[in-house]
């Protein structure tokens, strides 16, 4: 039986024809009957893809003979968590809404946080305690199942929403503190860390490979608590053994508070395609949103 997994990349890196680097992904990917999501611009690439073990090491091998110290994390699953294979040319590879603020060279962020190696976030916290703050730079969806151990989590549903909420005032208290920013694989706090800096932040961080890379060195045994949100058909992978007692559990199903980390898609279409948590029996009895249902039992009430 084939093995499958998934690869998850990013590199910032200047690239001055994205529309060659997107024909050449595309066939590549096809040739190698690869499923997933690539986005390319001129600060370079951000790719999720998914099939057969060895067709994955191949593509990893031939995309870093252009994106030459490109790394990897393979995750578990394969091609039929992604429904097909997109791949796009954009005007950025995360979508913050900072094109022309974004610069990039030939290392990478031009102005980012420093990079921690997991081992070094313990280290920081450790000696530094309440003047270390961890600044969440997902959506606060995302954050419902799990997060670092007393985060700061941003109200923000895009990371459209990033730049606004940083210049609110609601967040000056962190400028002087040590900020680690993290996100799950990394990329998204490349950017989010140094629109910051340029926004007064004096001393910001960001987790050297994400979440991702941090779960994988302490699974349950250090600062992260709950499961992983992912953009794929799973929807959240979790750290450590099965069953594991140092697991906590953070989200819970909006009907009836029972501890879940399962996201359903409201089924009150099209006037709402709102993504929310619920545990498989109350889905299986009202598959909507807590404001669809509750909208719902108010019309029958009223009948």
Not at 14 to 42: M, N
Not at 109 to 133: A, C, F, R, S, T
Request: glycine share 10%; proline share 3%; net charge negative.
């Amino acid at each position: 039986m084939l093995q499958s997994k998934i690869l998850l990349y990013y590199q910032f890196r200047p690239i001055p024809d994205p529309e060659a680097i997107r024909l050449w992904q595309r066939d590549l990917c096809e040739s190698l009957d690869l499923h997933g999501r690539i986005l390319i611009s001129e600060h370079g690439i951000n790719g999720t893809v998914g099939g057969d073990m060895e067709n994955c090491k191949i593509y990893a091998k031939k995309t870093k003979e252009y994106f030459r110290g490109m790394e990897y994390k393979w995750s578990e699953g394969g091609k039929d968590d992604f429904p097909k294979l997109s791949v796009k040319v954009r005007d950025e590879i995360v979508a913050f809404g900072a094109a022309d603020e974004l610069k990039v060279d030939e290392h990478g962020v031009i102005g980012g946080g420093q990079h921690l190696k997991p081992h070094e976030v313990n280290e920081m916290v450790e000696k530094y305690g309440d003047d270390v703050v961890f600044f969440d730079g997902r959506n606060a969806r995302e954050a419902e199942i799990g997060k670092f151990k007393n985060a700061v989590v941003p109200d923000v549903e895009t990371t459209h929403d990033f730049i606004a909420e940083i210049e609110s005032g609601k967040y000056d208290w962190m400028k002087d503190k040590r900020v680690i920013s993290y996100c799950t694989g990394g990329i998204r706090c490349e950017i989010l860390s140094s629109l910051m800096k340029n926004r007064g932040f004096n001393d910001v961080y960001q987790i050297d490979g994400g979440i991702v890379r941090y779960g994988e060195k302490y699974g349950n045994q250090g600062l992260w608590e709950g499961s992983l949100f992912v953009f794929d058909e799973r929807m959240h992978t979790e750290f450590g053994i099965d069953n594991d007692p140092n697991f906590i559990q953070l989200g819970h199903c909006v009907h009836c508070g029972t501890g879940t980390n399962q996201f359903y898609n409201c089924t009150n279409e099209p006037h709402c395609r709102q993504q929310y948590l619920s545990c498989e029996s109350c889905w299986e009895e009202n598959p909507y949103c807590k404001e669809c249902a509750d909208k719902n039992a108010d019309a029958e009430a009223t009948a």
